[in-house]
């Protein structure tokens, strides 16, 4: 999908021109995959617009860059107080917005320590990820997620998105919108942007961080929403083939939101339709999104945008 240009970005502490947003091709991110990003949705409800868990994502791009020994040098209520302002500024909303933290123009080698901190933050019209409202026909990838101790999964750098592009391109290649990766233990572990919710007997199962997965925030959303509405959920590893003989499936994450699968490997998941734990929990996520029903987590950010679309 093209990006769609907005006015400004947001870099180091100041407003640039979107065309002005540019690095030298000797940065070391474009060498070495020396960057860690979030992605995050800003909805519009009947009274305005809102970001969806500013907080935690902002957090979470704090602890990618610790991982990596990269100071960021803004704290989270800094960083929250920038994206409000890039936001507005540009006027633009619903929205997607992408804070990325990198490694810039230093000294050429693997060692990134000496090169500067790059901190941008664009945002810009999005619309759907995974394509069909009727499901996702998806399959199980032949390339496994990073294994433990190799790349750090609850880091979200750029990096791991090589993994992700590969898993991507395979499923695209074979005829499917999304692929899922195996652990290095033959594992379910996540689609190559998406955590995976499997329903069987009334249960909720996904797989727990020792799975390669990303601490989705999407993820936590569902699990709150699902012990809030008295939905039984573990968190354990499980195996590819309770896909293929589960009732319901669904992936979760800020581009995906929450996307059920009609099928894996060509197999149906139940009758291949969105499955009734699955759009509960979908409709309680978008009403909470799209202010049809009251923010009792406290997940949106208001801010002012001066035309929101409306839903
Ligand atoms: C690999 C991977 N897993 C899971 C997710 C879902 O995370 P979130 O719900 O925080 O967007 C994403 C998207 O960011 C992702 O890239």
């Given at each position: 999908m093209p990006i769609e240009s907005t006015k400004n970005i947001w870099h180091n502490g100041q407003l640039i021109p979107w065309e002005k947003a540019n690095i030298h091709v000797m940065s070391h991110v474009v060498h070495y995959g020396s960057s860690v990003f979030e992605g995050i949705r800003c909805y519009t409800q009947p009274n305005g617009a809102s970001i969806f868990r500013l907080p935690e994502h902002m957090q979470r791009l704090i602890h990618s860059a610790k991982i990596y020994r990269m100071p960021l040098g803004y704290t989270v209520e800094q960083l929250n107080a920038a994206v409000i302002g890039v936001v507005e500024a540009n006027g633009v909303a619903p929205c997607y917005v992408r804070p990325v933290a990198f490694r810039g123009y230093?000294?050429?080698?693997?060692?990134?320590?000496?090169s500067p901190v790059e901190v941008y933050i664009a945002n810009f019209p999005w619309g759907k990820?995974?394509?069909?409202?009727?499901g996702a026909d998806v399959c199980i990838s032949s390339w496994n997620r990073l294994a433990p101790n190799t790349m750090p999964s609850l880091a979200k750098a750029g990096a791991n998105y090589m993994n992700s592009q590969l898993i991507r391109m395979e499923a695209e290649v074979n005829g499917y919108v999304e692929g899922i990766a195996l652990d290095v233990n033959g594992y379910l572990s996540e689609g190559s942007g998406e955590n995976l919710f499997i329903i069987r007997g009334g249960t909720l199962y996904t797989s727990p961080l020792a799975n390669s997965v990303l601490n989705g925030i999407t993820r936590d959303s569902i699990l709150t929403l699902a012990r809030h509405m008295g939905i039984p959920v573990v968190e354990q590893a499980l195996p590819r083939e309770l896909l293929y003989i589960c009732d319901e499936a669904f992936f979760t994450g800020t581009a995906a939101e929450v996307t059920h699968l009609r099928s894996v490997d060509r197999i149906l998941v139940g009758d291949g339709s969105m499955g009734p734990i699955t759009s509960a929990l979908h409709k309680a996520f978008f009403d909470i999104v799209n202010g049809l029903a009251e923010d009792h987590f406290n997940w949106l950010t208001p801010v002012t945008v001066r035309e929101p679309v409306a839903v």
């Open positions: 230093g000294e050429i080698g693997v060692n990134p320590l000496r990820y995974v394509p069909g409202n009727d």
